[in-house]
């Protein structure tokens, strides 16, 4: 017997999740465990646009912030290598610094996640946080940058 695949709006959410503890772990510095609880125990809406999408897929979300947490030391040095060397990863927005930092974690660590999937899904996060800002463009442009450079098979015409 197969276990049922979540639905992809509970993947998106978890996404958005991700991105929204990464932050206030980065704001408030709280503990991963701390955060990860609050978000087990908070119930999200429906508007994405408004940071909410549906029940969110929990171990996705924790399977992202805990990577994160744990691989930061290698995936801050690859974000850093595609910026610009004047503005490097830690010069960034906060919430474009969570959403590079989970995508990069989805693209290095995620193979079962195919890159053109994490590409779509952060895009959408960076959409619902930042509305017609250049964000958007930025972060395409990063993660495309990245997916390409990490996974060039799946990018073959």
Avoid at 28 to 41: K, N, R
Avoid at 71 to 98: F, G, M, N, S
Wanted: glycine fraction near 6%; aromatic fraction near 8%.
């Amino acid at each position: 017997m197969t276990t049922p695949r979540r639905p992809p709006t509970a993947r998106s959410a978890a996404r958005l999740g991700a991105v929204q503890a990464l932050y206030q772990m980065d704001i408030a510095a709280t503990d991963v465990g701390e955060t990860l609880a609050q978000f087990s125990a908070r119930a999200q809406g429906d508007n994405f646009e408004n940071g909410d999408c549906g029940e969110a897929d929990y171990k996705h979300l924790r399977e992202v912030v805990e990577g994160v947490v744990r691989e930061q030391a290698v995936l801050d040095p690859a974000v850093d290598a595609i910026l610009d060397k004047e503005w490097p990863l830690h010069r960034l927005d906060v919430t474009v610094r969570a959403i590079l930092r989970a995508a990069a974690y989805e693209l290095n660590f995620m193979d079962k996640v195919p890159a053109r999937v994490a590409l779509k899904e952060y895009l959408n996060v960076t959409d619902a946080f930042f509305d017609g800002g250049d964000e958007p463009r930025f972060v395409n442009g990063v993660l495309n940058t990245m997916a390409r450079q990490k996974r060039p098979a799946e990018f073959v015409a």
